[in-house]
């Protein structure tokens, strides 16, 4: 019964998150999604997708380049991605609008995004116990 409680307890300080980013990576709503989602997984919770929407779609542009005296905010997710294993995703079709990605390339996208609807969103926040929306 007590490693039943623990397990319990445990579970319970551990979540599972989903975020969804709205705006362009030069924003302080994006640094602020940054800065959260390496927070939690600090903490050790769980980071189950981070899902770019309507302009937030542009933190996959994989030829962006920032000036040399700013820090380099889409390389920031592809890095974080491939550390802890968080599925990047941005909406097909608010890239189809702002010309980020076409159906048949992907080779525009920086590493560890990829391209879904809006299914995948609801999906993930099902899965989640919170789902946080930036900007």
Known sequence: MMNDQKTCAETDRFLTYTLQ???PPYTAAADRAFCFA???LRRGHRLRRVFF???GVYHALAGAEP???EP???GRWSALAERHGVDLVICSAAAQRRGVWRAAETRDLAPGLRVAGLALLAESVLDSDRWLSFG
């Open 21 to 23: 980013v709205n705006t």
């Open 38 to 40: 390496e927070a939690l």
């Open 53 to 55: 929407y309507r302009d």
């Open 67 to 69: 000036p040399a005296d």
């Open 72 to 74: 380099d905010r889409i």
